[in-house]
């Protein structure tokens, strides 16, 4: 009988949840196939890495990088230096580890790692989220294996080395939803793992807006700065709520909701249509080449969301949106359907299979 072969991965990047969980979800595809594998993770090591790589019990260390994108000269150069340093450290974590494989998820901690990767012939994999590629993506798709994007137009590296996966998501996520909000209209809100203060603010304003809104329950990731003055106000106004600066299981969430307002971040579009809840989208307008704009626009054509631009974005738009939807029962599960129609739910495991190939084919 053959032995199923074993491999020790490190993802790296993160910086943000969005980063950071497809790297997990991809790390859980390798553990679930065997337990034997081995997972590491490099990362900034900031606070919310922390906390959710804890979670989810994965080991982790941190890796220092710096930023290019709209930093000034002095910046840039100081950033060259801090790479340089953080090439050596990675390459004896790598070392340590004795890594099959480097699987770069997004984020600027990504760069020394892959770079070390590369200069210790490590084999180097991308997973690139958002429809328009990241620009250390774009450089390293040129030395990677794979290069696996979430979007079908996302342009990434050589053509023959592209793998149109989708953008993997927690199994956990998937699932029926479930009712048990004491038949309450549920609505989630989340400006991402940190908050968003517009959005935020946006909802405050829409209570006015909204008819009959005492049959709603509103679920609000506020982030940290703003949750006190959030959590106040919706106690003031005697609003139905459930507002705290982070959920640790947001897959109970999911399936309890009936319509998320949210950022439009890919992390958040993939697990959004993989527990098939209706949308509104209101996309970050400073994201880099505005790829939350393009990562949900595509949603709201297909009919499974709304799309707000937050130039655009007010109490009264985001009330009356809401009210809409309470209100046409038949809109709202037709939304449901074809926002689950987009969920592409075996990304992960596309993903190892991939990667599993590779590095068999190569005696990793």
């Known amino acids: 009988m053959k032995t199923q072969a074993t491999f020790k991965i490190v993802i790296a990047g993160g910086g943000t949840g969005g980063h950071l969980y497809p790297g997990i979800a991809i790390a859980d595809e390798f553990m679930r196939q065997n337990r034997k594998n081995k997972i590491l993770f490099l990362n900034t090591g900031n606070k919310l890495e922390k906390k959710i790589l804890s979670m989810e019990q994965y080991p982790s260390a941190s890796i220092e990088s710096g930023k290019f994108i709209n930093q000034n000269i002095f910046n840039k150069i100081k950033t060259v230096f801090i790479i340089l340093s ?12 004795k890594a099959d494989a480097v699987i770069g998820v997004g984020g600027y901690v990504g760069v020394p790692v892959i770079i070390a990767a590369w200069l210790k012939r490590i084999p180097v994999f991308l997973q690139e989220q958002n429809s328009v590629a990241g620009i250390s993506n774009k450089i390293f798709s040129l030395i990677s294996k794979a290069n696996f994007v979430s979007f079908e137009n996302t342009k990434l590296g050589f053509e023959n080395k592209k793998v149109f996966s989708g953008n993997p998501i927690r199994r956990k996520i998937l699932g ?38 005492d049959s709603f329950l509103f679920i609000h990731q506020t982030g940290e700065p703003q949750f006190e003055g959030i959590e106040k106000i919706y106690k003031n106004k005697g609003i139905n709520s459930y507002p705290a600066p982070f959920f640790k299981e947001i897959a109970d969430i999911y399936k309890k909701s009936d319509l998320i307002v949210a950022r439009a971040g890919a992390s958040t579009l993939a697990e959004i249509s993989g527990a098939g809840i209706p949308a509104i989208f209101i996309p970050y307008p400073y994201a880099t080449h505005n790829h939350q704009y393009y990562n949900c626009i595509e949603f709201e054509k297909k009919g499974a969301a709304i799309v707000i631009e937050e130039k655009n974005l007010s109490g009264k738009a985001l009330g009356e949106n809401i009210s809409n939807l309470y209100k046409d029962k038949k809109l709202l599960t037709s939304m449901a359907e074809k926002m ?22 190569n005696h990793v």
Do not use: C
Not at 346 to 358: D, R, S, V
């Open 86 to 97: 953080s090439v050596s450290i990675a390459k004896k974590e790598l070392e340590k580890f």
């Open 176 to 213: 029926e939803r479930k009712k048990d909000n004491k038949n309450k209209f549920t609505v989630f809100i989340t400006g991402g793992s940190q908050g968003a203060r517009a959005i935020n603010n946006a909802i405050i304003d829409s209570f006015d807006f909204i008819d009959e809104i």
């Open 340 to 361: 689950k129609e987009q969920s592409m739910p075996n990304a992960a495991n596309k993903i190892y299979e991939t990667i599993k190939g590779i590095l068999e084919k």
